[in-house]
């Protein structure tokens, strides 16, 4: 079974550098703008609530049936949602996060720890059901975030978690070949379906 693990469209805070986190930010114009469809025709798309991961899977995915999962969502970023690391970089709460690698609770939000954990269940959920169903395809377009916890925790070739967050629109092919014995995914390829890039 093939798994393609894609990110939303861009938004206004992707090109603002602003956290996004769990806000229910829409595609810029740009963003959609951007988009082409991709080159397969699931029948199923994985999606969050978040509203810019179903307007992406409309463009990438016409006619497929999008089924939404909340613990696939982003990171909660609590009080530091909306600012970017300019407006921030005063903030002693927002300086301590960072020097503890970003790893340590940010306000009113969720550590690292504890956002990887909810979405990597939800994620090994999604595969373990499509292979007790048979599904030569997996389709789940998330955001930055769960790519970064799934490929961080699943994948092969390893690599830390900020290397796996994908461009917009972007993401991984992923082989479940390894999946029911060894809980691994093999990297395939990478994707990309904006116009101005088809790698």
Request: aromatic fraction near 10%.
């Amino acid at each position: 079974m093939l798994i393609y693990l894609l990110r939303h469209g861009l938004t206004a805070y992707n090109a603002e550098k602003r956290y996004q986190g769990q806000r229910d930010i829409p595609l810029c114009p740009a963003g959609r703008a951007q988009l082409r469809q991709a080159d397969l025709r699931p029948e199923t798309v994985y999606i969050t609530p978040l509203c810019r991961t179903r307007q992406t899977a409309e463009v990438l995915f016409p006619g497929a049936r999008l089924v939404e999962v909340k613990d696939l969502q982003e990171m909660c970023f609590g009080s530091f949602e909306g600012r970017n690391f300019i407006e921030m970089e005063h903030d002693p709460d927002y300086l301590a996060w960072v020097n503890a690698n970003c790893e340590s609770p940010c306000p009113d939000g969720e550590t690292k720890a504890v956002f990887s954990e909810r979405v990597c269940r939800a994620f090994a959920a999604l595969v373990d059901r499509a292979l007790a169903d048979g599904e030569e395809t997996l389709v789940i377009l998330a955001h930055g975030g769960t790519q970064m916890a799934a490929m961080e925790r699943y994948a092969l070739p390893h690599a830390d978690y900020y290397h796996w967050c994908a461009p917009n629109a972007g993401g991984y092919v992923l082989d479940a070949g390894d999946w029911a014995e060894q809980r691994v995914l093999h990297l395939l390829k990478t994707v990309q379906y904006t116009k101005e890039d088809a790698r």
